[in-house]
């Protein structure tokens, strides 16, 4: 690379060089604030705050494996 080449190439702009999140880190970080709020549910009110949540969970995990097995 001569002088002359490196002279005439460009420097990113801010938009390109800033990093879009994975999808993997989202989900993690989803994860982890579904369970920080149970554990809040169970602090603040005992072991009520622990099985509701997982029985209101029931019919979301219901239509998502229904959703996993039509594909």
């Not at 002088?3 to 801010?14: G, K, M, R």
């Not at 604030?33 to 969970?57: D, R």
Request: overall charge negative; charged content about 10%.
């Amino acid at each position: 690379m001569t002088l002359a080449d490196a002279s005439q190439v460009q420097a990113p702009t801010s938009t390109e060089t800033k990093e879009k999140k994975s999808p993997d880190a989202l989900i993690l970080l989803a994860v982890l604030a579904v369970v920080a709020l149970w554990g809040l549910s169970v602090f603040t009110f005992g072991i009520p705050g622990l099985y509701i949540p997982a029985v209101a969970a029931v019919p979301v995990i219901w239509v998502i494996l229904i959703a996993i097995t039509q594909g």
